[in-house]
C-alpha cells in the first residue's frame, strides 16, 4: 500500500536572489522547519555551499531528512562528494540524503573550469563510483573502482572513515531529459524531479526514460523514490499573491533561457521562445524576460492558489507517481502559512505504484 506524500521546505527563506540567507540563518531555519512538521529539508547549490548548510542542520535538529537539492557532481569529485556525505550521514544519524545534478555545460566549463563529456554516461560512473568508496569504507575492502570517467584504486586507512553501521545513504539524481532519467532508473534510489517539467512532460518523456532504466536495474517505480520539486505560489492577500506570481515567473524566465531545458518548452509548443529568452538573459535584460512569461506557462509550471487551496493542486499534479513532494517557493512569506499547507499535503496518498 502507497504511504502518504512527504513534504520537503528550504533551508534559506526566498528572497530576491532565489533564496536569501547565510549559514548565521541555518540553525534558527532548521529547527523551525522541524517544528513546522516539515518531513526533509534542502539546500541549493548556489552562493552558500550546500554540505556546509546541512552540516549545521544537523547539529541543530534531531528528525527532520538532509538533502542537497542538488549538489553539482561535475564540480566535485567523487571522493570528495563521497566523504562529505558519510560524515553527513554519521553525524546525522542517518538522515542524509545526497541529491545530485548534472548543471550545464557553461557552468561546468566556464564556472567550475571542470571536464564535460558525456553527461548521462559521465553521471552513471559518478554514482557507481560513490557506491565502490562507499563499499570500500562500510565493508573495510580494497578500493578498486575503474570506469571510463573516474578511477579511485587507493585507499588507505588515515583517510578511511569508519564504518556508520547505518544504510548507505540514498542517492535522488536530478534529471530532465530521457538520457539523465534513465541514468537515475538505473543506478539512483530516486529521481529528483527538475522543477522545469510539466505533468506531460513527465508522463510523455520521463517515465518511459525511467522505465526503462529500472527495467535494466530489474527494479519497479515501486522498488524507487519519486521526489518532485513544485513551484508554489501561494499567499494569504492579492499582495502577497502578486509578490509570489512575480518570483516564480522570474524562476521560470531563468529556467527557460537555458538551452538545455528547452525541451518541456517545445512540448507545449512554446519552443520559439527559448532562444529569444537566452538572447536576452546575455543582455543582463532579466525583468523584461518575466514580462514574456505568460499566465498559460505559470499554470503548466507552477500550482497557484491560497494556501487552503495548495495541497489538493499539488496532489492533482503528482498524479499518482510522485511520493515526496519539495515545495520551491523562493520569496519573502509569512511562515505562518506553511504549517497547514504541509499537513495538508501530508494526508494525500503518495505513489500508486
Not at 522541524?34 to 552558500?48: A, H, I, M
Not at 553539482?72 to 545530485?100: D, E, Y
Not at 529568452?277 to 546575455?282: A, E
Request: net charge negative; proline share 8%.
Amino acid at each position: 500500500m502507497a504511504g502518504n506524500l512527504k513534504v520537503d521546505g528550504s533551508i534559506f527563506p526566498g528572497g530576491d536572489n532565489l533564496y536569501a540567507g547565510g549559514l548565521d540563518d541555518v540553525p534558527d531555519r532548521a529547527r523551525l522547519l522541524e517544528d513546522q512538521g516539515y518531513d526533509g529539508l534542502f539546500s541549493l547549490d548556489t552562493n552558500v555551499d550546500p554540505f556546509f548548510s546541512l552540516l549545521l542542520a544537523a547539529e541543530h535538529t534531531s528528525r527532520i531528512e538532509l538533502m542537497t537539492g542538488v549538489a553539482i557532481a561535475f564540480a566535485r569529485s567523487p571522493m570528495t562528494v563521497a566523504l562529505q556525505t558519510w560524515n553527513l550521514h554519521a553525524q546525522s544519524n542517518g538522515r542524509m540524503i545526497l541529491g545530485l545534478g548534472s548543471q550545464v555545460r557553461a557552468h561546468i566549463e566556464k564556472r567550475f573550469s571542470m571536464p564535460w563529456s558525456r553527461p548521462a554516461a559521465r553521471m552513471r560512473d559518478y554514482i557507481l563510483a560513490l557506491r565502490a568508496i562507499w563499499g570500500c569504507w562500510a565493508n573495510n575492502t580494497p578500493l578498486n573502482y575503474r570506469g571510463d570517467f573516474y578511477q579511485h584504486t587507493l585507499m588507505t586507512p588515515v583517510f578511511s572513515p569508519p564504518p556508520t553501521g547505518l544504510p548507505d545513504p540514498k542517492i535522488y539524481l536530478g534529471a530532465l531529459g530521457p538520457k539523465m532519467v534513465e541514468v537515475a532508473g538505473e543506478v539512483a534510489d530516486g529521481l529528483f524531479g527538475h522543477p522545469f517539467i510539466t505533468p506531460a512532460f513527465m508522463e510523455q518523456v520521463q517515465l518511459p526514460a525511467l522505465t526503462a532504466g529500472l527495467d535494466r536495474s530489474g527494479r519497479t517505480l515501486a522498488d524507487f523514490d519519486m521526489p518532485a520539486m513544485i513551484m508554489t505560489i501561494t499567499g494569504r492577500d492579492d499582495a502577497e499573491m502578486a509578490n509570489a506570481d512575480m518570483a516564480i515567473r522570474k524562476l521560470i524566465a531563468f529556467y527557460a533561457s537555458t538551452p538545455a531545458y528547452k525541451p518541456p518548452l517545445d512540448l507545449h509548443g512554446w519552443g520559439d521562445l527559448q532562444p529569444r529568452l537566452n538572447t536576452m538573459s546575455k543582455e543582463g535584460r532579466w525583468n523584461e524576460m518575466t514580462g514574456l512569461i505568460s499566465d498559460d506557462m505559470v499554470a503548466a509550471f507552477a500550482v497557484k492558489g491560497a494556501p487552503e487551496d495548495v495541497p489538493a493542486l499539488i496532489g492533482e499534479r503528482c498524479r499518482g507517481l510522485i511520493d515526496r513532494v519539495t515545495l520551491y517557493a523562493p520569496y519573502a512569506a509569512d511562515p505562518a502559512i506553511w504549517p497547514g499547507v504541509v499537513r495538508g499535503i501530508q494526508a494525500l496518498p503518495g505513489k500508486q505504484a
